[in-house]
Each structure stands twice: as structure tokens, then as C-alpha cells.
């Protein structure tokens, strides 16, 4: 039986506050701030070891965090666990899967685990299969299932009870290309009708299925922000091909909105420079006026945005830790 009664929401369908995970005196997470909208699908990013997973399980309410805290739809994750269990549907890295089950008697078991009344289990089954494109494997006993339709199981199971949040750690891990665009097109369609929390280390593959991306790093939060608008911190990147009888190198470094030059080659008086701006500065013309000015001449001036992964790297850098703050995923 459910105790105490959900806090109403005025901030998202997941909110997270000042969120930590203590493992003795190692930080897993620290501090995390941040919101789900109802209908979103929000990209969970870090690379391995930054926090992703220990943050799902208590989002999952399958351990207690050392501090901070966590609600879903108004549900305080540790003190109303059972009534969060109840609205989340938890894909974790390893599907819980059970190998001599066929699908259909395994997604049965899981709805009547999950409270699925007896009258809207067949139809909850049939959506569920449907869905997730397993009506031709629903009498197949799951060891015999290849690694891409297992996943599609783990997907089912987390959403065979129609629940309001979906927790997916991991999704795509080890699935062919093909496997990949499946699983990506199936979390696209909850758009709108579930809340999804997507975690991955590949920030090109959120961006193409999330709205929203939030990134960690050796457990604190690095930003949150439009998957639209990530590209814009990244600055712009600039190759250059410059003749004169002078080095551009230093009175480039010294433009403003600069945020590193290169030297990539010189042969005679020509030097090819890489130039990357500060985050959404647009400086081409003023590189093109500076070479001018020092009586230069300009043969080429290419822009182009840093790439998904470049961005992603930069953000989560290492960066030194003592020895008793190493993360733990």
C-alpha cells in the first residue's frame, strides 16, 4: 500500500536537486541539478565512469543516494519508492532478462509483476509487441533471440505497463548499425507521449534522438542545454592559406574572439593556420581585415563548426582529482 502523497510538480516530470552519491570517501555524483519536461526525451552524456548509471538506479529508485533529492512525477524517489516504481520503466545496461522464457510468457510475467490488471494485460501485450517489432518472435524462448532483439525485449518490459517515465542506461550498446536505427526509431516515437531519460557516451547518437542533452563528467555536471544549441559552443573552426613577408601567427592570437591559433604548415612565404573562435563568435571578416592590414594576402579562408565529438571531448576533459575522488559509473 502507498503512504504519503506526491509533491506537486511545478518544475518537470523528473527533478533532480543537489543530487550525491557517496561509495566511502569517492564521489560517483556530486551536486546534480537538473529537470525532465513531460514528453521530453533527454540525453544523459559522459563518458564511462561519469556518473550515468549510479544516477539512473536512484532515478529508478533501486538505491538510495547519500544526499540531495529526487522526484518523479511529484514521487519522492526514497521515500515513496514503491509508488516511483510504479511510473518509471527501467532499462538498465544488461537487460533482466530471463533466457528460457519465450517473449510473450516473459513480457506477461513483467506486466503482472508490474500491476497490469488481468482484463488489459492482452492488450497491453499485443501494443507492446506491436511496438516494439516482436509479434514474430512473441513464442521464441529468448536464448535464441540475437543481441538486437534482446534489447528490444528490455525496451518492452520497460514500457509494457504503460508507464509515464522511461529510464533507458545504455540502450544501444554492442548493436550493428541496422540494430541501432531500430532502437533510436523506437525511443523517437515515445516523443511526446512518455518522459525518456537516453544515456549514452556518444554524443552524436543522443542528437539525433533527444531535445535536450545533459552532460556529466567524473560525476558533476558539466551543462545542460538544446541539442540544437550545443553545436554554438563549440565556436567556429577557421582554416587559413596566407601569403606575406610577415608571420600572422602572433597579431591573429591577438584578435579578439580568438580562442586558439595553429601553425599547421609553411612552405616559403605561404603559412596555413587553423583558428578556432570563442564560443558563437563569428570573427571571419576581422581575420580577413587583420591579414590585409599587415599587407598579407588571404588565399583561402574556410569556416566550418567543430564536430559533435571535438564539443563532447572538450567538455568532458579530464581533469586532476585527488585520490579518494575517483568516479565510479
Same mark, same amino acid.
Given at each position: 500500500?502507498?503512504?504519503?502523497?506526491?509533491?506537486?510538480?511545478?518544475?518537470?516530470?523528473?527533478?533532480?536537486?543537489?543530487?550525491?552519491?557517496?561509495?566511502?570517501? +569517492?564521489?560517483?555524483?556530486?551536486?546534480?541539478?537538473?529537470?525532465?519536461?513531460?514528453?521530453?526525451?533527454?540525453?544523459?552524456?559522459?563518458?564511462?565512469? =561519469?556518473?550515468?548509471?549510479?544516477?539512473?538506479?536512484?532515478?529508478?529508485?533501486?538505491?538510495?543516494?547519500?544526499?540531495?533529492?529526487?522526484?518523479?512525477?511529484?514521487?519522492?524517489?526514497?521515500?515513496?519508492?514503491?509508488?516511483? +516504481?510504479?511510473?518509471?520503466?527501467?532499462?538498465?545496461? %544488461?537487460?533482466?532478462?530471463?533466457?528460457?522464457?519465450?517473449?510473450?510468457?516473459?513480457?506477461?510475467?513483467?506486466? &503482472?509483476?508490474?500491476?497490469?490488471?488481468?482484463?488489459?494485460?492482452?492488450?497491453?501485450?499485443? *501494443?507492446?509487441?506491436?511496438?516494439?517489432?516482436?509479434?514474430?518472435?512473441?513464442?521464441?524462448?529468448?536464448?535464441?533471440?540475437?543481441?538486437?532483439?534482446?534489447?528490444?525485449?528490455?525496451?518492452?518490459?520497460?514500457?509494457?505497463?504503460?508507464?509515464?517515465?522511461?529510464?533507458?542506461?545504455?540502450? #544501444?550498446?554492442?548493436?550493428?548499425?541496422?540494430?541501432?536505427?531500430?532502437?533510436?526509431?523506437? %525511443?523517437?516515437?515515445?516523443?511526446? *507521449?512518455?518522459?525518456?531519460?537516453?544515456?549514452?557516451?556518444?554524443?552524436? @547518437?543522443?542528437?539525433?534522438?533527444?531535445?535536450?542533452?545533459?552532460?556529466?563528467?567524473?560525476?558533476?555536471?558539466? #551543462?545542460?542545454?538544446?541539442?540544437?544549441?550545443?553545436?554554438?559552443?563549440?565556436?567556429?573552426?577557421?582554416?587559413?592559406?596566407?601569403?606575406?613577408?610577415?608571420?600572422?601567427? =602572433? $597579431?591573429?592570437?591577438?584578435?579578439?574572439?580568438?580562442?586558439? $591559433?595553429?601553425?599547421?604548415?609553411?612552405?616559403?612565404?605561404?603559412?596555413?593556420?587553423?583558428?578556432?573562435?570563442? /564560443?558563437?563568435?563569428? %570573427?571571419? =571578416?576581422? %581575420?580577413? =581585415?587583420?591579414?590585409?592590414?599587415?599587407?598579407?594576402?588571404?588565399?583561402?579562408?574556410?569556416?566550418? &563548426?567543430?564536430?559533435?565529438?571535438?564539443?563532447?571531448? +572538450?567538455?568532458? /576533459?579530464?581533469?586532476?582529482?585527488?585520490?579518494?575522488? @575517483?568516479?565510479? *559509473?
Amino acid at each position: 500500500m502507498l503512504t504519503g502523497r506526491p509533491i506537486p510538480s511545478v518544475l518537470g516530470m523528473i527533478e533532480v536537486e543537489q543530487l550525491t552519491q557517496q561509495y566511502g570517501a +569517492r564521489a560517483a555524483i556530486q551536486d546534480l541539478t537538473f529537470r525532465v519536461e513531460a514528453g521530453e526525451i533527454l540525453g544523459f552524456l559522459g563518458p564511462n565512469g =561519469a556518473g550515468k548509471t549510479t544516477t539512473l538506479r536512484i532515478l529508478a529508485a533501486a538505491q538510495p543516494a547519500s544526499r540531495g533529492t529526487a522526484r518523479i512525477a511529484g514521487w519522492d524517489v526514497h521515500r515513496q519508492a514503491q509508488a516511483v +516504481r510504479q511510473r518509471i520503466g527501467y532499462l538498465p545496461e %544488461i537487460p533482466p532478462l530471463y533466457p528460457e522464457m519465450t517473449v510473450q510468457a516473459y513480457l506477461s510475467f513483467v506486466a &503482472r509483476l508490474k500491476g497490469v490488471v488481468a482484463g488489459d494485460r492482452p492488450q497491453r501485450l499485443a *501494443e507492446t509487441l506491436q511496438r516494439c517489432g516482436l509479434n514474430d518472435r512473441a513464442q521464441t524462448p529468448i536464448r535464441k533471440l540475437s543481441k538486437g532483439y534482446r534489447q528490444r525485449v528490455g525496451l518492452a518490459q520497460a514500457i509494457v505497463h504503460d508507464p509515464p517515465v522511461i529510464l533507458l542506461d545504455e540502450p #544501444t550498446v554492442g548493436l550493428d548499425p541496422r540494430q541501432l536505427q531500430e532502437v533510436r526509431s523506437l %525511443i523517437r516515437s515515445l516523443a511526446g *507521449e512518455k518522459t525518456v531519460i537516453f544515456s549514452s557516451h556518444i554524443l552524436s @547518437e543522443v542528437s539525433q534522438v533527444s531535445d535536450r542533452v545533459v552532460i556529466l563528467n567524473q560525476g558533476r555536471l558539466v #551543462t545542460t542545454t538544446a541539442t540544437r544549441e550545443l553545436l554554438q559552443q563549440g565556436g567556429w573552426h577557421y582554416r587559413l592559406e596566407v601569403s606575406g613577408d610577415r608571420n600572422p601567427l =602572433a $597579431v591573429l592570437q591577438s584578435l579578439d574572439g580568438v580562442q586558439s $591559433v595553429q601553425m599547421q604548415a609553411q612552405t616559403g612565404d605561404r603559412w596555413i593556420i587553423s583558428l578556432t573562435s570563442q /564560443a558563437d563568435q563569428e %570573427i571571419g =571578416a576581422a %581575420i580577413a =581585415a587583420t591579414i590585409q592590414q599587415q599587407g598579407g594576402q588571404l588565399w583561402e579562408l574556410r569556416r566550418d &563548426r567543430p564536430s559533435l565529438e571535438e564539443i563532447f571531448l +572538450r567538455l568532458t /576533459a579530464p581533469v586532476p582529482l585527488n585520490p579518494s575522488e @575517483e568516479p565510479a *559509473e
